[in-house]
């Protein structure tokens, strides 16, 4: 009886293990960006759990310079100002590290 309770219980789980499907079955948009990856949708509204150190890291790490007026915005994205080219330019960086031009 004991190793029929556990032959059920084994079957089970294999079931619904198998029966589980990931939350982005194409995976064409990680939840978070790498230097080789963006989401074309960017910025994507969502909590952003950088902290404001890490985001001006990031946001220079990708070629920006003279940030400043780094702030979270109501839809959790991350707004500065700051220079590229030669030229000064409003950016934002998501919760997925996406990095924006507007």
Same mark, same amino acid.
């Given at each position: #009886?004991? /190793?029929?309770?556990?032959? &059920?219980?084994?079957?089970?789980?294999?079931?619904?293990?198998?029966?589980?499907?990931?939350?982005?079955?194409? &995976? =064409?948009?990680?939840?978070?960006?790498?230097?080789?990856?963006? /989401?074309?949708?960017?910025?994507?509204? &969502?909590? /952003?759990?950088?902290? =404001?150190?890490?985001?001006?890291?990031?946001? =220079?790490?990708?070629?920006?310079?003279?940030?400043?007026?780094?702030?979270?915005?109501?839809?959790?994205?991350?707004?500065?100002?700051? #220079?590229?080219?030669?030229? =000064?330019?409003?950016?934002?960086?998501?919760?997925? &590290? /996406?990095?924006?031009?507007?």
């Amino acid at each position: #009886m004991r /190793n029929l309770v556990i032959a &059920g219980a084994v079957t089970l789980l294999s079931s619904v293990a198998l029966a589980q499907q990931p939350a982005n079955p194409a &995976g =064409e948009t990680p939840a978070v960006t790498t230097p080789d990856s963006s /989401n074309p949708t960017a910025p994507v509204a &969502g909590q /952003n759990s950088f902290t =404001e150190a890490q985001a001006k890291e990031r946001i =220079e790490a990708a070629g920006y310079t003279t940030v400043t007026g780094l702030a979270l915005d109501s839809q959790g994205v991350w707004r500065a100002k700051a #220079m590229k080219d030669g030229a =000064e330019v409003d950016v934002g960086l998501d919760y997925q &590290g /996406n990095i924006v031009t507007q």
